[in-house]
């Protein structure tokens, strides 16, 4: 009984995660990109754990422009498996397997939570 559980949380685990891998083509703020995919779909992706400071706010330019150049024009993957209430995928962004969300934290220019 105990294996028929585990499987099932697996199965359920699996079939809500993803995986979307494309070039990163725009940067809306400091958490926030677009990844245009291989089917020419673009995602709007929320980066997890981290919250960048608003546009109006102070830092907000500097918080965009750190992402901005450790991932403009690149090809990235994000492990995503839920969206936001804006319809906007949230997930780890990784380039080259270096996990942006934590770079972004040790930028000193977003909140972790």
């Given at each position: 009984?105990?294996?028929?559980?585990?499987?099932?949380?697996?199965?359920s685990l699996s079939a809500t995660s993803g995986q979307i891998s494309g070039k990163m083509v725009?940067?809306?703020d400091g958490d926030t990109i677009t990844v245009l995919d291989a089917e020419h779909v673009q995602h709007k992706i929320r980066l997890s754990g981290i919250d960048a400071h608003e546009r109006s706010q102070a830092f907000g330019r500097h918080s965009k422009e750190l992402l901005s150049n450790l991932v403009?024009?690149?090809?990235v993957v994000v492990e995503t498996g839920k969206a936001d209430r804006f319809g906007r995928s949230v997930g780890r962004v990784l380039l080259q397997g270096r996990d942006i969300n934590l770079a972004m934290a040790l930028g000193g220019m977003v909140w972790h939570y």
């Open positions: 009984m105990l294996v028929v559980g585990l499987t099932l949380i697996g199965l725009s940067v809306a403009a024009g690149t090809r």
